[in-house]
């Protein structure tokens, strides 16, 4: 299962971000979350994207929905200091 890595170490702190398609201009997207973790469900498909490491990054929703080629979108992002290990699969 592949994994990205980001490094910033130049820097006090990073984010990682992920843009959330919340809706498709039909149907409204299941967006599941825990700490690390959120799972998009729509149409009978889905996305999981997952911070690995830091194990202590918490993702946040941005609360603001953007306007996109397929419908609307949302950030969720996490703050994870210099380093960071995540993950995008298929569910």
Known sequence: MP???????????????FP???FDGKERTKVKMNA????LSLAGKGVC???VNPK????KRSGKELNHRNGKVEEVFAEVGKQAVYRITAE
Request: charged letters at 15%.
């Open 49 to 51: 994207f997952e911070i």
């Open 36 to 39: 690390n973790k959120v799972k």
């Open 20 to 22: 959330m398609l919340v």
């Open 3 to 17: 994994m990205w890595t980001l490094s910033a170490p130049g820097v006090d702190a990073a984010r990682v971000s």
């Open 56 to 59: 202590t990054a918490v993702l």
